[in-house]
């Protein structure tokens, strides 16, 4: 009881000397301790499990390593030989279009999910809407990968059943090598929506209302005002969430990886799945450092670039 | 303006009656069209997950045949019996477990240390150390796997033990923002009373300031959660024994297992292995939704 009022109180005894909190020094020595020891986990944590690893990885794609026997310096060999290494050009050319395919889609949908449920927004039915969206988030890549691969079986699946229903021939989702990118993609918009429209949501309902109704006043209705005043307005939150997105997409693995392997051929192969296969069936991790530090710039470089092309068209108030 | 908006008058006998109209009420053509595009896409997120649950209860013969059953009528549970024989999926489970909670509490931990540090102005050199943890976030974890994994497996020699999955994601660049952002909040005045009544600095932090950031703990937990237990690529790469898998690879080897079986075993585990995931979202959506939309708002 007595601690609720005078907190810590008669506990001062356990601490050193030095450290007695009832001069400006002790307490300034009190400060210094708990923030070494405080901040110490975080930054050993960051250093060996991120720095670190990014350090070795860019060293190791200088080298020739193939696990069993010592690292040796190797130049610029592995980089030149990933240049003119078909496949991997292939993975990265499907990474980008199955990222834009996902991308365009998530973005698109997201903005109007949020605008539309912005509509309805203090009701109960919003509410049920947003919680049905965000079920997929829930689902893990391997899960979601599992199920819509049956769904999108030529002969068996659903999807194909009511296509069916509609008139529409069979398609080959999974086993044609021209549409698999854009059925892996839809399995990723799949799980992915809910988490880009939950912020998009938070970005709608934070729009200036005055000026929304001001535009409305001056007759910026409908098509106009959502291409003229909403977007605009929401500009921040799109670069935001595309950057988000894009970032995440570049580094695309689970769905492609249990969905169909990289096939048919390697037409859906990505490239997170080709520095795995380089490093992890293969065992040359040198190469596949190489191909990794690859992959790592051309995320800054893609982000940097998204930002300076963001000076064009985002608004900020 | 809505206020306006959601009155009709209608006449009722000899008088104009005012009606409140609900809330989910579409009021104009546009309206109409976002209550039907929100639907259609309502349905088509909701019909894959009632598939794989009325599926997971078909009758293995059946589990493949199109029209697809939308209501389950057998309510067979010989599917969810048999998960239990292909795969060692207590184990998978547990394992699931426990390397979740343990990088929930970790995270936790770590986070709010480092956040609570960031936020106060004590230490020289503390703006610094943040910029450096704010820079990590830029790189891409896929980038560091393979000097990960080996500093795992020689360094360490953690390859194949959950403590691996666990230690490498103990250190949070995210969460230690998220958390200096809800200790920032605080004023410091705090301090001072709580100095005042002859409290230390590690009391000030436990009990003072801990206490008043729980919303954002919360955030970060659910957080952890959903993504440690979701995780594929990391235990594909550290994990070699079946029996110390996570369920995540369980689930992988089933489906290869039943490429020839029946599917609904397949989907009778994916419904077993997300249930943990839903009750954790039931009980914390609030935080989930909060955490990401806040994500939103400061970009």
Redesign the interface.
């Known amino acids: 009881m007595a601690s609720e009022?005078?907190?810590?109180?008669g506990?001062?005894n356990w601490?050193p000397a030095w450290?007695a909190?009832d001069t400006v020094q002790g307490?300034?020595r009190?400060?210094?301790v708990?923030?070494?020891?405080?901040?110490l986990?975080?930054?050993?944590?960051?250093i060996?499990?991120?720095?670190?690893?990014?350090v070795?990885?860019v060293a190791?794609g200088f080298m020739k390593w193939n696990v069993f026997r010592p690292p040796e310096f190797y130049g610029l060999k592995n980089f030149t030989r990933l240049f003119q290494h078909e496949l991997v050009g292939n993975s990265f050319s499907n990474t980008f279009v199955m990222m834009a395919m996902t991308v365009g889609m998530l973005e698109v949908?997201a903005i109007?999910?949020a605008?539309?449920?912005h509509?309805?927004a203090?009701?109960?039915?919003?509410y049920i809407?947003?919680?049905?969206?965000?079920?997929?988030?829930?689902?893990?890549?391997?899960?979601v990968a599992?199920?819509?691969s049956?769904?999108f079986?030529t002969d068996?699946?659903?999807v194909n059943?009511y296509l069916g229903v509609l008139g529409i021939d069979k398609v080959p989702w999974l086993v044609s090598s021209d549409i698999v990118r854009f059925s892996v993609s839809l399995a990723t918009v799949?799980r992915n929506?809910?988490?880009t429209f939950?912020?998009?949501?938070?970005?709608v309902?934070?729009l200036p209302q005055e000026i929304l109704?001001a535009a409305t006043v001056d007759g910026a209705r409908?098509l106009k005002r959502l291409w003229l005043i909403t977007l605009p307005l929401l500009s921040?939150?799109i670069?935001?969430?595309t950057v988000i997105d894009v970032?995440r997409l570049?580094?695309f693995?689970?769905e492609p990886y249990?969905m169909t392997r990289g096939g048919p051929g390697d037409s859906s192969r990505t490239t997170?799945m080709m520095?795995?296969d380089t490093?992890?069936a293969n065992l040359e991790?040198g190469y596949?450092?190489s191909i990794?530090?690859i992959?790592?710039l051309i995320?800054?470089a893609v982000?940097g670039f998204q930002f300076l092309l963001s000076k064009r068209w985002v608004f900020y108030q | 303006m809505t206020v306006i908006n959601r009155l009709s008058t209608r006449r009722r006998g000899d008088e104009d009656v005012v009606e409140r109209i609900p809330d989910w009420m579409p009021r104009s053509a546009a309206d109409w069209l976002a209550m039907v595009f929100m639907l259609i896409i309502g349905i088509l997120t909701i019909m894959p997950i009632v598939w794989v649950v009325t599926t997971s209860l078909r009758t293995p013969a059946e589990s493949f045949t199109v029209p697809p059953e939308w209501i389950p009528r057998d309510l067979y549970f010989g599917n969810y019996l048999q998960v239990f024989d292909e795969i060692p999926f207590v184990y998978q489970m547990g394992n699931s477990f426990f390397v979740t909670l343990s990088t929930v509490v970790g995270q936790l931990t770590t986070a709010t240390l480092a956040g609570y540090t960031f936020a106060r102005r004590y230490l020289p050199g503390r703006d610094g150390l943040f910029w450096v943890v704010l820079a990590t976030l830029m790189i891409p974890y896929q980038a560091t796997l393979i000097p990960l994994f080996i500093i795992i497996s020689r360094v360490f020699g953690l390859a194949d033990t959950l403590w691996s999955l666990i230690l490498t994601a103990l250190p949070t660049a995210f969460g230690t923002f998220l958390l200096r952002q809800y200790f920032l909040q605080i004023p410091g005045e705090y301090e001072e009373a709580a100095m005042m009544d002859g409290a230390n600095q590690f009391q000030i932090f436990r009990r003072v300031y801990l206490p008043m950031v729980a919303p954002g703990m919360a955030i970060l937990a659910v957080l952890a959660f959903n993504g440690k237990w979701n995780d594929f690529l990391t235990p594909l790469i550290f994990m070699n024994t079946t029996s110390r898998f996570p369920i995540t690879l369980g689930i992988n080897d089933l489906q290869r297992y039943m490429m020839t079986g029946s599917i609904s075993v397949v989907l009778a585990a994916i419904v077993m292995a997300t249930l943990p995931v839903v009750l954790v979202y039931v009980f914390g959506q609030r935080y989930l939704i909060e955490g990401l939309m806040v994500g939103g708002l400061k970009g």
């Open positions: 009022t005078t907190l810590g109180s506990r001062r601490l450290l909190g307490i300034r009190q400060r210094m708990l923030g070494v020891l405080f901040l986990p975080t930054l050993i944590g960051l060996v499990f991120v720095l670190a690893p990014i070795v990885a190791l949908f109007s999910l605008l539309s449920v509509r309805f203090r009701s109960r039915l919003a809407f947003r919680t049905v969206w965000f079920l997929p988030v829930l689902l893990s890549g391997v899960s599992v199920t819509l049956y769904l079986h068996f699946g659903v059943y799949w929506l809910g988490f939950i912020i998009y949501l938070g970005g309902s934070a109704e409908g921040p939150t670069l935001f969430a970032i570049l580094q693995f689970d249990v997170v520095v795995y490093a992890f991790f596949a450092s990794s530090v992959l790592f995320i800054l982000t």
